[in-house]
């Protein structure tokens, strides 16, 4: 029978930054993670300079660069077959695979002794007696443990959100996520210093070197566009966008059906609830943001700050759990409400295709909106 102030589920970005912040804090936190790591996830692996400072915060930035991350200085984006339009970044991205990016977080979690249950899935929070009792899965047999506040870092979709009720469960998206990380020498050109977005009729796709010779193409798209295999976003974008087939040496035909898909569908970008009966919902759990336009990894990592201060707030000033609720989703609002709507309608305008001529045709016009967008849309 364990019980802790907090524990919390999910061991990706969000969560092992809450751990290391609570742990700091004093507080008496666990984290349980249902997947053994290392272990590859969705994601396009551009990790921006939100992602570095959450880094140095928590002296874990020198240790980062020792996995020999790829830096990144410049953005490209090829629309259809057009000129691309660019910029310099006003800052150094990094490109890494993100199984070796959330092994760095949660190893750094387990070195300094906090309670790591993994693997263990949470499949039940169960309130009672003043406490909440969650019930972990373990593979062999169910274990309880017990806590005054729930932190839910388990990603964008989960069992977990039909269990709480959450209202945004029964919306169903057309948009699929795809990640694939493909050998350098299927290419012809690789920018290593460059991320690289190329867009056609409802789909887009990020490329960017990851370092360890593989080079990420991630794509969103809309499914009612295209059929159902994975594998076949490279064959559309292919045929769709000129600038994207130049990328790759004709090897890659033969290549596409051999890679391993790393992928979900359903992905929905809309309003979430940030708070329900004592499980504070943090990182994509909260709300996602579009990935073109925003980092993903930086709002995780920065909203698991914003937690652990809320709660030391509660503390210090004794506040209830009421006020601490609502301040906590205050807070929350002040720090990403106005860049989740940038980014979602930055993303709504390259899903359409008459918006994105027009887009493209103002950015032309004016370069200087590009670097005004990733501004807004990155912190
Ligand atoms: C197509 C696409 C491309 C993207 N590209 C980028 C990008 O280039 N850069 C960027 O910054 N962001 C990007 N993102 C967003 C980024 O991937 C997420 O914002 C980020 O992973 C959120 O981190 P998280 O910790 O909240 O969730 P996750 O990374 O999803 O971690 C959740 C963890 O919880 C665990 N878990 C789930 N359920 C349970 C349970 N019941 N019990 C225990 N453990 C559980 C999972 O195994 C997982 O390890 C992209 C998103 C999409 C959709």
Known sequence: MEKFDAAIIGGGPAGSTAALYLH??????CLIEKKTFPRETLCG????????????NLDLFEGFLSLDPNPITN?????????????????????????????????????????????????????????????????YSPQKIFCDKVIAAYGKQNILDKKLNRDFTSNKSFLNG?????????????????????????IYCGVNFVGDKK???????????????????????????????????????????????????????????????GVYFIGDSSAVIAPFAGDGIGIAMQSAKLISDIFEKQRSNNLNNIQTELFYIQEWKKLFKKRLLIAKSVQN??????????????????????????????G
């Open 24 to 29: 700091k804090q004093g507080f008496n936190v």
């Open 45 to 56: 692996e551009f990790l921006s300079q939100e992602v570095s400072n959450s880094l140095i």
């Open 75 to 139: 953005f490209k984006f090829y629309d259809d077959n057009n000129d691309p339009i660019q910029t310099e970044l006003k800052f150094t991205a990094y490109g890494i695979k993100r199984g070796t990016f959330d092994n760095y977080l949660l190893s750094a979690v387990k070195n300094k002794g906090i309670k790591v249950f993994q693997p263990g899935e949470v499949r039940e929070i169960i309130h009672g007696n003043g406490l909440i009792t969650l019930v972990i899965d373990n593979g």
């Open 178 to 202: 795809i990640k694939f990380h493909i050998d350098e020498s299927l290419f012809n050109v690789l920018e290593k210093d460059t991320i690289q977005i190329f867009v056609s009729k409802g």
């Open 215 to 277: 080079v990420t193409v991630c794509f969103l798209e809309n499914r009612r566009k295209i059929q159902y295999n994975p594998r076949n976003q490279i064959k559309y974008l292919m045929e769709a966008n000129k600038n994207f087939r130049l990328l790759f040496t004709k090897e890659i035909i033969s290549a596409i059906d051999d890679l391993p898909p790393y992928g979900t569908g359903n992905i929905y970008f809309g309003k979430k609830d940030l708070v329900r009966e």
């Open 349 to 378: 305008i390259i899903m359409n295709n008459s918006f994105r001529g027009i887009g493209y045709k103002i950015i032309r016009t004016f370069p200087g909106l590009l670097g005004y967008i990733i501004r807004a849309t990155r």
